[in-house]
């Protein structure tokens, strides 16, 4: 397996991926051009892919920079062991089916992690998909070392009133809950 950074080059296979794994309309060319560009900071990239030896994609990981995205109403803030200036988001993750098992997860975490942690920032914040399956999504993040902060229910309903979003558990009206996770990154800039 080999992991690199998130390039436009990608685009049309994580999109792909994203969707099949999270559902119809999880991303667009436009909203990944976004994300890639909040996880980029003094020329590092947070985001990343993990391709085969065939070196077709068989995983992604987005993140966003610290003070580079915007703490919404499902942000605990006043929970958060790091100010709000300091804390990167992990956005999104996937891996096919076929790769599951192999820690291609924990690779693009580790990964991600280390280019926030050169960015600045100090803890990395995500908010995890309880109903995966198995809620394998929650076990990898806690093996990694985050910490369970609160559960917020219905995370993703919203997507789907208003953007169409399809969950590939629930349908069209999505009713899943986020388990939101803090991951300190130990090796920030002092």
């Keep these: 397996m080999q992991i690199l950074e998130l390039r436009p080059n990608y685009f049309a296979d994580v999109i792909a991926l994203a969707n099949q794994i999270h559902g119809d309309n999880y991303l667009t060319q436009q909203s990944l051009l976004q994300m890639q560009q909040q996880g980029i900071k003094q020329g590092i990239n ?19 920079a610290a003070g580079q995205w915007q703490p919404d109403k499902w942000c605990s803030v ?9 804390m990167a988001y992990f956005k999104s993750v996937g891996v ?23 960015q600045g920032a100090k803890a990395g914040l995500a908010h995890i998909w ?14 990694a070392g985050a910490r369970l902060l609160k559960v917020h229910a219905e995370r993703w309903r919203h997507l789907s009133e208003l953007e169409g979003y399809i969950c590939p558990r629930c349908g069209t ?10 991951l300190l990154l130990s090796m920030g800039k002092s």
């Excluded at 947070?46 to 966003?64: D, K, P, T, W």
């Excluded at 098992?101 to 280390?114: D, H, K, T, Y």
């Design 46 to 64: 947070a985001s990343f892919v993990a391709l085969n030896e065939q070196g077709h994609i068989i995983g992604y990981r987005l993140s966003f």
């Design 78 to 86: 006043s929970l958060w062991p790091v100010a709000v200036s300091d």
């Design 96 to 118: 096919s089916p076929a790769a599951r098992g192999q820690g291609v997860a924990s690779a693009l975490l580790r990964q991600s992690a280390v280019a926030l942690s050169e």
């Design 130 to 143: 309880r109903e995966s399956p198995g809620n394998a999504a929650e076990r990898y993040f806690s093996h």
């Design 173 to 182: 009206l999505c009713r899943c809950s986020a388990a939101e996770m803090v």
